[in-house]
């Protein structure tokens, strides 16, 4: 059954949750608060609107500082946010929120890799869970808020919904996801991907290195989490194990701050894809080997460079999007021909079709470049290919009757950045919050989300949690 918040029935349980009312011992304040929340006009409301909205009351002050003190967890100077996987930095932010969940009374556990749970148990706690989170690593310079709005925010809503007096019936539970960014290891979402149960990169893991040639699974070890290779699948969630995830998330974009609108209600999350790409050419002196005679494939990787741009204009679409964030030439000297180069390409889109006629076209390039300098294509590896995800609409609803009970403005729209979200929801209905950001800057240090912006998407996330612990 689908529950419905009215203004009066959230009025009622405001009124209702202070704690003299709660400290009633001939009424079961679990289930009157569940009444309460799931529309049931059990008393009229005795207060305005605007005294209810107030009462769902974010400690914005706190929470900041807790965005401040993560920062500081960091491998390059502020204002910028270097947080590798299974860094040191990283293993101290972790503990940072693991204290931040025990202290909001959460139950924590971690699973083989690092992703962190802290559970507020429901007092129906057969049902499956509502899940929140996001993540906390942060690429090399970039800034304080990408993810870590979306963890420090949905612990800070357990926080606004305890102070409120409410009880949740489905467990609430906060998720901090072992590396959505593909730094180390070159693989995004690495957590949550194998959360929701991906066989091919429980075995590719198996394999992996970092650019210092440190295994995944050494590296794990060395952050305290598994060793063993037969770990993995304990990963796997279980079918059903969430009713519904909800992930905050500064938008990363400047639709909100342009449009002066609070809350982004994301739709529908654009397909990622990123490949990588190795050149081998014979090299040489860079005086001595004349231009006939070269195969310079650092010339081979900057003509697919272009060709990638080439495609990706040509789609037609101003959705599609590809980016070449990673070339690097062998041997790297001046008076050097390059003799190996290697490009990390990332390319995206709503429209998965047109996304995959981009890879299909950057493929036939890479042959073609390589044939035409005598060059060897030695590897074209498609290392992730998503399809896009789509919203759920029960959650999109809750999400937009949140906004309006909260007086805030609000717009639906789609999330061009991936996000843990687009994995998760191969295994629970999922929805995305949106907040504005400074000129929709991301993966920068000048990243910035202001208190109040920040404030408006926990209560929304709040509210968003109670409505869905309730069905
Ligand atoms: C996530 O960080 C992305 O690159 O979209
Ligand atoms: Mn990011
Ligand atoms: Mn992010």
Excluded at 242 to 250: D, G, N, P
Excluded at 405 to 429: C, G, Q, W
Aim: glycine share 8%.
């Amino acid at each position: 059954m689908s529950l419905k918040f009215s203004h009066s029935a959230i009025i009622v349980l405001f009124l209702c949750s202070f704690p003299a009312i709660l400290a009633d011992e001939e009424e079961d304040p679990t289930i009157k608060t569940m009444e309460d929340f799931s529309g049931y006009p059990i008393h009229e409301p005795h207060s305005s609107f605007q005294n209810t909205v107030s009462s769902l009351s974010v400690d914005t002050q706190s929470l900041q500082k807790q965005i401040d003190e993560l920062s500081t967890f960091s491998d390059t100077p502020a204002p910028s946010v270097t947080r590798i996987l299974y860094s040191d930095k990283d293993v101290l932010a972790r503990r940072f929120i693991k204290n931040l969940m025990g202290l909001s009374g959460l139950s924590v556990r971690e699973d083989a890799i690092g992703n962190i749970f802290g559970r507020w148990e429901g007092y129906n706690p057969d049902l499956s869970a509502v899940g929140t989170g996001s993540h906390i690593d942060a690429i090399p310079y970039s800034g304080k808020y990408d993810g870590v709005v979306g963890v420090l925010g949905a612990i800070e809503a357990i926080n606004v919904l305890k102070r409120s007096g409410f009880k949740p019936k489905r467990s609430l539970e906060v998720i901090l996801f072992t590396s959505e960014e593909p730094t180390r290891f070159g693989i995004s979402c690495l957590g949550s991907r194998l959360m929701a149960g991906s066989k091919a990169l429980a075995n590719a893991l198996k394999t992996t290195v970092d650019g210092q040639n440190i295994s995944f699974f050494d590296a794990a070890q060395s952050a305290g989490y598994t060793k063993d290779e037969g770990d993995l699948s304990s990963v796997f969630l279980e079918k059903g194990s969430y009713s519904a995830f909800v992930e905050l998330h500064i938008e990363q974009g400047p639709i909100l701050e342009d449009e002066g609108i609070s809350i982004g209600i994301v739709t529908a999350i654009a397909a990622p894809a990123s490949i990588k790409v190795d050149f081998q050419g014979n090299g040489g002196h860079a005086g001595a080997v004349l231009m006939p005679n070269r195969n310079d494939v650092g010339l081979a990787a900057a003509e697919l460079a272009l060709a990638v741009e080439r495609y990706v204009l040509e789609s037609g679409s101003i959705d599609t999007v590809g980016t070449v964030g990673i070339l690097e030439l062998h041997p790297g000297a001046i008076n050097s021909i390059p003799s190996k180069s290697h490009l990390e390409i990332d390319t995206r889109d709503i429209d998965e079709e047109r996304r995959n006629i981009v890879i299909e076209k950057i493929h036939q390039s890479a042959i073609t470049i390589a044939s035409k300098r005598g060059a060897n294509l030695s590897e074209f590896k498609i290392v992730n290919q998503d399809p896009p995800a789509l919203s759920d609409k029960s959650i999109l609803e809750a999400m937009e009757a949140s906004s309006k009970e909260l007086n805030l403005t609000h717009k639906f729209m789609i999330s061009r950045a991936y996000h843990d979200s687009l994995f998760m929801a191969r295994v629970s209905p999922m929805g995305m919050i949106f907040i504005p950001c400074y000129k929709g800057y991301s993966h920068k240090p000048e990243e910035y989300a202001s208190s109040q912006d920040i404030s408006n998407g926990v209560k929304v996330l709040a509210l968003t949690l109670a409505k869905l612990s309730l069905q």
